[in-house]
């Protein structure tokens, strides 16, 4: 079936970097995209960004361009989420998501990886 | 982009029908059929529920139907359940951006 598995919790203190993966499974991982979103505690979805697995590119919610640079390794089906320059308002649950179709729809969903950012 | 308006909060009893609105722009939700509907239990990741404004994925109960008039859409749930007790979330592809997605601010659904 078709599954994404992320990497597990992190804790980072403000100014450190964090990397997220996000392991596909099920499906031929070049032929769709990747997104990420992110929650912040008891907070709704916010869209982070976009990566097509089939030629790298990428797109980034505007309020986070500079800091978040989104990669894929196709040999071993995985994408991955960097977020530099970390403030404690980063801390959430960042979930990766495949995507169905160029402006369509996200399905599945990763289970999520809290990243906490905390001195 | 800015969010999506979504109510915050929604209920009803079981058997009964809730519709949760979701309000956009001409950039987003009234200018593509581009919009899907995702469920989040506490502590899970969303589920996807609706795409493309009404249609179901295969596993989805025919018990929930997505609509749109203009900027907005809607997610009805009939004979609701006691597992439909959740977190629900529209989302849409948005022209104020190259390739970009907005999602509502959530909609918290309880049966009463």
């Known amino acids: 079936q078709v599954q994404l598995v992320q990497s597990g919790a992190e804790v980072k203190k403000p100014g450190a970097s964090v990397k997220v993966s996000c392991k596909a499974s099920g499906y031929t991982f070049t032929s769709y995209g990747i997104s990420w979103v992110r929650q912040a505690p008891g907070q709704g979805l916010e869209w982070m960004g976009w990566i097509s697995a089939y030629n790298g590119n990428t797109n980034y919610a505007q309020k986070l361009q500079g800091r978040v640079t989104m990669t894929t390794d196709t040999s071993t089906s995985t994408a991955y989420m960097e977020l530099r320059s970390l403030r404690s308002d980063d801390t959430a649950v960042y979930y990766c998501?495949?995507?169905?179709?160029?402006?369509?729809?996200?399905?599945?969903w990763g289970q999520g990886t809290l990243v906490t950012v905390s001195s | 982009q800015s969010a999506l308006t979504q109510p915050a909060s929604v209920s009803g009893s079981p058997g009964q029908s809730i519709t949760i609105s979701c309000t956009g722009t001409s950039s987003d939700v009234g200018g593509y059929n581009y919009v899907s509907w995702y469920q989040q239990h506490p502590g899970k990741a969303p589920k996807l529920m609706i795409y493309d404004v009404s249609n179901r994925p295969s596993g989805v109960s025919n018990r929930f139907s997505g609509s749109k008039s203009g900027n907005t859409a809607s997610l009805t749930i009939s004979g609701l359940q006691a597992e439909d007790e959740a977190d629900y979330y529209c989302?849409?592809?948005?022209?104020?951006?190259?390739?970009?997605?907005?999602f509502g601010g959530g909609t918290k659904l309880t049966v009463l």
């Open positions: 998501a495949r995507l169905v179709r160029v402006a369509g729809w996200f399905d599945p």
């Open positions: 989302s849409s592809y948005t022209s104020s951006s190259t390739l970009a997605w907005v």
